[in-house]
């Protein structure tokens, strides 16, 4: 599909970005040590530096750095021992890499809603799949209908802010489940007093160009399992079973970050809680300017809650709310400002037609009614008035339309 251009007369330096990195701090120092010692690629100090710095943010013992998160929930799923044709409860509303990679292990998701309030995996529809269309079969569960067998929950913290954990947990402790949390767009964010990533059996992240804190593009995956996360690091170095020889036992992959990417990782680290705390500014500070605007719903946080309003994100409330999102994405683009829907919901994408259908009412409408607005950490107060009084303008002369 064609992007929606930009008006000829935006410039680049112009634009108002989604989410762009925010490279300040020791980058530099770093990649000029790598550069200067010769050691860009997958060995070199930084990436164990920027694993051991994860790992001790989250209060995890191991984290394995992955060359992208996609590599990251990849790999997860094969430690986690998800088999061919078995099932894996996944959010319906969240970005495809999520979905696929139950897919890269042969086994197959089945898409959850997501809960109206946070817009999060909904722990209800999730006992409702578990209690409805699931038995329990020679002391494992199996769907009733593909009659598969039932293995994993993947919850996807989206857009910042944390699943509702606590009933997911105990329901997978009911039935024998594994937790594998995405939490490619949570980095930084609590679930009560943890940050997200600590209370699943284990855990991924991105460090894509967009997120919290970037390496230009990496992964990492976490957990509090020894063997899970040696597992992990032999799987991610192709498998390679003797220090010297090639010798191979098992199909391996190439996914360990460079110590290049790493170098940049460690440095954005050090900046972890000063730009969750700026994200958290501008999220207060779009919600004190726009709460007068009428028909919008403004993103809200849960009492269990510290989101790092990672892309913040509006509701169009209207009748036609999908034309009118899209409208005023468009609208917003012809003002040289960037900004995106959320993803089609996972049980209505055409990869995963042949999948049985799924009923998730709300992240349809979610998907219809949402638009994420600039977000950068370093979006300035002047980009920031220019989204906001843009937004007021079109409301004003979609009211004087009407
Ligand atoms: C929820 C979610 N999961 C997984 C990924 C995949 O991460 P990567 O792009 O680093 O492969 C992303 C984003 O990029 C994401 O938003």
């Not at 251009?5 to 112009?14: I, K, V």
């Not at 929930?73 to 430690?79: D, N």
């Not at 709300?362 to 607005?373: E, F, I, K, P, T």
Request: proline share 6%; glycine share 6%.
């Amino acid at each position: 599909m064609a992007a929606i251009p930009y008006e000829a007369s935006t410039t680049l330096a112009d634009l108002i970005p989604l989410a762009a990195p925010c490279l300040e701090g020791r980058a530099w120092d770093y990649i000029r040590e790598c550069l200067d010692s010769n050691w860009v690629s997958s060995a070199g100090p930084y990436v164990s530096r920027f694993e051991r710095m994860v790992a001790d943010y989250l209060g995890v013992p191991y984290a394995v750095a992955t060359v992208n998160g996609t590599a990251a929930l990849h790999i997860a799923l094969l430690v986690a021992g998800v088999q061919p044709d078995e099932e894996v409860l996944v959010s319906t509303l969240t970005f495809i890499a999520s979905a696929n990679a139950v897919r890269y292990v042969g086994a197959w998701p089945i898409f959850i809603d997501a809960d109206p309030q946070y817009w999060q995996m909904d722990p209800e529809a999730v006992v409702c799949f578990l209690q409805r269309e699931c038995q329990w079969r020679n002391g494992a569960l199996y769907n009733r209908h593909t009659r598969r067998r039932v293995k994993a929950i993947l919850p996807v913290h989206i857009l910042g802010h944390p699943v509702h954990l606590e009933p997911i947990l105990q329901l997978a402790r009911k039935y024998d489940l594994l937790v594998i949390e995405d939490a490619a767009e949570a980095l930084g964010a609590f679930y009560k007093e943890c940050p997200v990533g600590c209370l699943g059996d284990i855990a991924c992240f991105s460090f894509n160009g967009n997120k919290i804190i970037t390496c230009g593009g990496g992964g990492m995956l976490v957990t509090r399992r020894a063997d899970w996360a040696e597992r992990a690091r032999y799987l991610t170095t192709q498998a390679k079973d003797d220090p010297v020889e090639y010798i191979h036992c098992h199909l391996g992959y190439n996914y360990r970050l460079t110590n290049l990417q790493a170098a940049l990782g460690c440095a954005q680290m050090e900046k972890l809680d000063e730009f969750v705390q700026r994200k958290r500014q501008l999220a207060r500070y779009y919600s004190e300017h726009l709460a007068d605007l009428p028909g919008l719903v403004l993103p809200a946080e849960a009492p269990w809650a510290k989101s790092t309003y990672w892309l913040y994100t509006i509701l169009f409330q209207d009748k036609n709310c999908i034309s009118q999102s899209r409208e005023v994405m468009r609208w917003l683009r012809q003002q040289g400002i960037e900004c995106r829907p959320l993803w089609q919901p996972l049980h209505r994408s055409p990869v995963y037609s042949q999948l049985p259908r799924r009923i998730c009412p709300v992240a349809d409408r979610l998907y219809q009614q949402a638009l994420s607005l600039p977000s950068s950490v370093g979006l300035t107060c002047e980009q920031q008035e220019r989204v906001i009084h843009a937004l007021k303008t079109w409301r004003s002369s979609s009211n004087a339309a009407a």
